[in-house]
């Protein structure tokens, strides 16, 4: 499987499924909550391709903007796979199938990934702050252990890194 990377779409508002919508251009990557082709950036490819994609874009920034209260200033990262528990451990995580989402947090995304009713969980479930690099979720994603969701937005260290970025940015 090739990689693919772009805008998710056509899941009805879910965070798996769909297709992807490559951009012609892309420097940094900006969702809207307010537009319908932009909610959701994915990554699809083996683990280790998706892994490696990041690192190759490792200076890429993910920003997000909405004006919905529903929303939060966070972004959510997901990783979800088709791939059995029982597989990944024979297979290893570096050669399993699976879709990256990177999408606007809502104020409901800070529970625990093993609960809900969903029956597609993510792999990875990690909340970042709106501005983080693509290097700094590889790094996340990365540590997190299956099943469990990290709250980078809590990591001081981090916060000042992208608040300096933000700032940098805006004043230039």
């Known amino acids: 499987m090739a990689i693919q990377y772009g805008f998710l779409q ?16 892309l420097d940094d990557i900006i969702l809207s909550a307010d537009s319908a082709q932009s909610q959701m950036f994915c990554v699809i490819g083996k683990y280790s391709e998706v892994m490696e994609w990041l ?21 959510v990262v997901e990783m979800y796979t088709r791939t059995s528990s029982f597989v990944r451990v024979i ?50 994603l990365a540590k997190a252990p299956a099943g469990t969701v990290v709250d980078a937005t809590v990591d001081k260290v981090l916060l000042d890194v992208v608040l300096t970025r933000v700032s940098s940015r805006s004043s230039a």
């Open 55 to 75: 690192e190759n874009n490792e200076r890429m920034v993910a920003n997000q903007c909405t004006a919905q209260d529903t929303y939060t200033h966070d972004l």
């Open 10 to 25: 056509g899941t009805f508002g879910l965070p798996y499924g769909g297709y992807c919508i490559k951009p012609q251009r």
């Open 91 to 140: 297979r290893g995580k570096r050669n399993i199938d699976v879709q990256l989402v990177i999408r606007i947090a809502r104020t409901w995304d800070r529970r625990d990934a093993s609960k809900g009713n969903s029956q597609f969980k993510p792999m990875i479930k990690g909340i970042v702050p709106s501005g983080v690099t693509l290097a700094e979720i590889k790094c996340r």
